[in-house]
């Protein structure tokens, strides 16, 4: 019986109120459920009586008095159980998942997370299961927000982490770190000290917030734990809405921390052997463009950073802008130039030209001003390096084309476009081989479909390797592994790794494309020649690589490749 119908029965719902409530389900796409209880029709306890009678499952009156196992619900995280949302229990010999409802993604993660194997599924309201996460996590140590703050910087420098979250929730906010493999909820905070937290952040900026309006500023951190050490931060306020408090002017942050990363050398950094020596090859260019694409924190300018020490030895002048320096590079021919409300692009490539350096970096190309700039640097004998806001790397010529820059100049000018990312490869101690088939039916069709519709479109050798048997009839795939994994920590994955994409336009290429520039704005006709004039290996073949060969799970596997 459907839900409408059922609480008709039980008298909670009449006729009118269902057909009012189905009208709005049709404009705004929500829960039905959801919109009976907002409504005023129903209360939440009658939504998870019909839960319960529909599945079978127990439903938990109270949470708060029995038995939350901290141990558990500490393992499998903050940010997993609130997203559900559902608290862990344990009753006798049994572990309960107790959640608001069943949804097919719970049934899928359960189905595919070993953490989650053997527990039992029970039922209870979002607001009781909303009150024992709080009961459970909500930190209740003696710190200021200050000093939790400090704390969790320090915390973040210490893993490497890229950023830090001050993440509004229901009821409480979150201090979250991203990590290597994952993200990590460091503390959870009521919505007091969540919003103090947020003021100290905008105070370190000297920014003002306004209700409705998001705003971007940077401080400079000094580490206790590093002893004095000083970082930039730069943070991203959010703006955020609420049900519950309309009238409060609400924000969470993003702190995006530079500072201590390392530059070696590409080896290093994790690239293979051939990768390596493609990028290398940036020395042989006196001038001419060198293009980064991806998103934000995949690694880009750590890899530029790695190109100029290279590029240093050539005793040439370089000039880098950006915003803000990143790494402080020590090589004396370097010259680091930090962008300013005062001191943009535009103004700072004008500077840059007049003190003549041989080598260029742009730290990104924003504007129709910057990329025409960069581009005259470009054809007067300069080597520029820049960064650009693209899905991949063939994907830059729509880009330019949106800039109004004239792409038969802007081709003549490359030397090499890259696209990177960072991935989590899994842990070689724990990882654990699965049936193809046990794959929730999610990956599983959206993998058959990749399957089917790609391999028949690849000609060339170099691909063979997709078209094996081991491919074609794959039935088996690696996810990760033990919980009490020495090597990982039980996270199941090793340290991060990057992955590139480098299309290399050299002079065979470019005499091709010349016959026809149409071909620039064709993905499939400029990989198939880029993949037989210069060695092209695309960031979905790299990913598919992996996976065949148990290096990266599915959900890996979609992220680098899509």
Do not use: W
Not at 67 to 96: H, M, Q, V, W
Not at 184 to 198: A, H, K, P
Not at 382 to 394: D, I, Y
Not at 484 to 490: A, F, H, K, S, T
């Amino acid at each position: 019986m459907r839900i409408g119908d059922y609480l008709i029965s039980k008298g909670k719902l009449t006729d009118s109120q269902l057909k009012d409530t189905l009208l709005v389900q049709s404009i705004n796409g929500e829960k039905l459920g959801d919109i009976l209880v907002e409504s005023g029709y129903v209360n939440d306890v009658d939504i998870i009586d019909y839960l319960v009678q529909d599945s079978g499952k127990e439903f938990f009156q109270e949470l708060c008095g029995l038995c939350i196992n901290k141990n558990e619900n500490e393992r499998l995280g903050f940010s997993f159980l609130y997203s559900i949302p559902a608290i862990i229990l344990t009753r006798g010999d049994d572990n309960y998942i107790v959640c608001s409802e069943i949804t097919e993604d719970l049934s899928e993660k359960m189905a595919f997370d070993e953490n989650l194997a053997g527990f039992k599924i029970g039922l209870s309201t979002k607001r009781k299961i909303y009150g024992a996460l709080n009961s459970t996590f909500i930190s209740k140590s003696g710190s200021s927000e200050k000093d939790i703050l400090d704390e969790a910087i320090d915390s973040a420098l210490l893993k490497g982490s890229p950023n830090l979250r001050i993440k509004r929730s229901e009821s409480f906010y979150a201090v979250i770190m991203d990590t290597d493999a994952r993200q990590e909820t460091i503390r959870v905070l009521s919505m007091e000290s969540g919003q103090r937290i947020i003021n100290i952040i905008a105070a370190h900026c000297q920014a003002t917030l306004k209700k409705g309006e998001g705003l971007d500023a940077k401080f400079i951190f000094v580490s206790n734990f590093y002893k004095g050490v000083k970082v930039d931060i730069r943070v991203a306020f959010l703006p955020i809405s609420s049900k519950l408090d309309k009238e409060l002017a609400l924000f969470e942050a993003v702190l995006r921390i530079h500072g201590l990363n390392k530059v070696i050398d590409f080896k290093y950094i994790g690239f293979s052997d051939r990768k390596a020596e493609l990028l290398k090859k940036a020395y042989i260019y006196p001038d001419g463009l060198i293009i980064s694409t991806g998103p934000t924190g995949s690694g880009k300018t750590t890899t530029f950073y790695a190109m100029l020490k290279l590029l240093s030895q050539k005793k040439k002048s370089i000039i880098t802008i950006e915003d803000p320096v990143e790494i402080e590079l020590r090589e004396s021919n370097i010259t680091q130039m930090n962008i300013s409300d005062n001191f943009g692009y535009e103004e700072a490539i004008r500077v840059m030209l007049r003190s003549e350096p041989g080598i260029m970096m742009v730290g990104e190309i924003r504007d129709e001003t910057t990329a025409k700039y960069a581009l005259i640097a470009a054809e007067t004998g300069h080597l520029v390096l820049t960064t650009l806001h693209a899905n991949c790397s063939l994907a830059i010529f729509n880009r330019f084309k949106s800039l109004n820059v004239d792409l038969l100049q802007l081709f003549s000018l490359l030397r090499f476009v890259t696209a990177q990312r960072l991935y989590t490869p899994l842990c070689f101690s724990c990882k654990k081989e699965i049936s193809f088939e046990k794959l929730p039916p999610l990956y599983r069709n959206a993998m058959k479909e990749r399957f089917e519709s790609g391999i028949d479109m690849l000609s060339s050798a170099s691909y063979d390797f997709i078209k094996s048997d081991k491919v074609l009839g794959l039935d088996s795939v690696y996810v990760g592994g033990k919980n009490n994994c020495v090597d990982c920590g039980g996270t199941g994955y090793a340290k991060r790794k990057p992955i590139i994409e480098i299309a290399e336009f050299n002079d065979a290429v470019k005499e091709e494309i010349y016959k026809d520039s149409a071909v620039l704005f064709n993905h499939s006709k400029l990989e198939e020649i880029l993949l037989n004039l210069s060695g092209f290996e695309s960031l979905k073949i790299q990913a598919f690589q992996k996976l065949i060969n148990g290096e990266i799970d599915p959900e890996t596997y979609f992220n680098l490749s899509n």
